[in-house]
Nanobody
Framework: QVQLVESGGGLVQAGGSLRLSCAAS????????MGWFRQAPGKEREFVAV????????YYADSVKGRFTISRENAKNTVYLQMNSLKPEDTAVYHC???????????????????WGQGTQVTVSS
């Protein structure tokens, strides 16, 4: 059974940094993509970033490009989201999620993801 566990959220001032982690277990992930999404109160779930596990190919939402970095550590089956220059509008619950590699052409669509973590709260104060 696939399990995704996020950690690393918290409260930070605007301009600060946080690193989120997503530890995955339950299968081999070479044929999958790992994405990060976020959801603020009253808003729809929003794509943030994704990495293709097999070759490390990356894709970012325009809103975080240049500030956030997604990476993976294969030996630990863990994906990271380094968030720098945080803004109050980055405040949300951040979820990691797993999608099959065949969904790469539409990785921004949350419906393509089959497994989700429970989420970690990120709050950025102004």
């Amino acid at each position: 059974q696939v399990q995704l566990v996020e950690s690393g959220g918290g409260l930070v001032q605007a301009g600060g940094s946080l690193r989120l982690s997503c530890a995955a277990s339950g299968r081999t992930f070479s044929s999958y993509c790992m994405g990060w999404f976020r959801q603020a109160p009253g808003k729809e779930r929003e794509f943030v970033a994704v990495i293709r596990w097999s070759d490390g190919l990356l894709y970012y939402a325009d809103s975080v490009k240049g500030r956030f970095t997604i990476s993976r550590e294969n030996a630990k089956n863990t994906v990271y989201l380094q968030m720098n220059s945080l803004k109050p509008e980055d405040t949300a619950v951040y979820h990691c999620a797993l999608a099959p590699i065949t969904s790469w052409s539409n990785v921004v669509n949350p419906l393509k993801y089959t497994n989700w973590g429970q989420g970690t709260q990120v709050t950025v104060s102004s």
